[in-house]
């Protein structure tokens, strides 16, 4: 396990994989009648606990084992987090569709107010996460979770100003109404700047590699360079919804446009 190509495809396959589950299971609630999602919420917090417990159990654990431990428990809290989002459970104040007109100020926060507690409970859970591993031998839980959290912020607010491409064949039913607070434009601001960071942040991986060969290194330099794929599919025309297609059948009735908010969600 201490192999770097092992590592970086552990990284690319629990991405892959675990979008794909959260997806097929949302869109399976979708179709199980009043009460479903709720119900799935609370089935899954397994994963939250072992997420949990599985954080603490890396702290100590310097070798390669303890990064992996790490890894995959930030990912276990951020799946369970984000399968109650998309279930529609945890999300915010204002779950409503944007009224036609509505710009500036006033549709930003109709857009924050969609998922106001969803994103106060991930900053809550990354100082969380900060707290628990200050002082600790082994931090990679802590910067996968970042790495996460600020890709996502990244994702979000590029989708609000707008992008070229928007896919909301994977939106499940709870958050219909997402869609009505993205925009549809040739390229916004802030764009060339997201793609720089998460760059520069690839590249700092990689020199971290290079100098000490750890495989936290190489687990968080894969999944960067993931989040960096996934903004560059907003503005490129890849078909990359066929990554998971193949696990979740399309609906009839769901149009063929293109957005990324599902399977940004890992």
Same mark, same amino acid.
């Given at each position: ?9 552990s ?39 072992i997420?949990?417990?599985?954080l ?6 310097? &070798? ?7 890894f ?19 999300t ?16 930003f926060l109709r857009?924050f ?6 994103e ?10 900060a707290a628990?591993?200050?002082?600790? &031998? ?17 994702a ?20 219909a109404?997402?869609a ?5 434009r040739a390229?916004?601001?802030l764009f ?10 690839t590249f ?11 495989i ?12 960096l794929l ?20 399309a609906r ?14 890992f």
């Amino acid at each position: 396990m201490a192999n770097p190509w092992i590592a970086a495809l552990s990284a690319l396959f629990v991405w892959w994989f675990s979008t794909g589950a959260l997806l097929f299971s949302v869109k399976r609630a979708d179709s199980g009648g009043p009460g479903a999602h709720r119900a799935l919420v609370l089935l899954a917090l397994p994963l939250l606990f072992i997420g949990v417990y599985g954080l603490f159990r890396s702290l100590s654990d310097g &070798e390669s084992w303890g990064a992996y431990i790490g890894f995959l428990s930030a990912l276990a809290i951020w799946g369970w987090i984000e399968l109650a989002f998309l279930c529609g459970v945890i999300t915010g104040p204002a779950p409503q569709a944007c009224p036609p007109g509505c710009a500036g100020l006033e549709r930003f926060l109709r857009a924050f107010g969609t998922i106001a507690w969803h994103e106060m409970l991930l900053v809550a859970a990354l100082l969380g996460i900060a707290a628990a591993t200050q002082g600790a &031998e082994n931090t990679t839980a802590l910067w996968t979770f970042a790495v996460m959290f600020f890709a996502r912020v990244s994702a979000k607010l590029n989708l609000f100003f707008g992008v070229p491409h928007i896919n909301t064949e994977f939106l499940p039913a709870p958050l219909a109404h997402l869609a009505s607070h993205f925009r549809r434009r040739a390229m916004n601001a802030l764009f060339p700047i997201s793609i720089t960071l998460l760059s520069m942040a690839t590249f700092c991986w990689l020199e971290r590699i290079y100098t000490t060969g750890g495989i936290e290194f190489v687990l968080l330099a894969a999944l960067t360079a993931l989040a960096l794929l996934e903004h560059w599919f907003m503005v490129l025309p890849l078909p990359d919804e066929k990554l998971w297609r193949w696990m979740i059948p399309a609906r009839k009735d769901t149009p063929k446009t293109m957005i990324r908010e599902e399977p940004h969600g890992f």
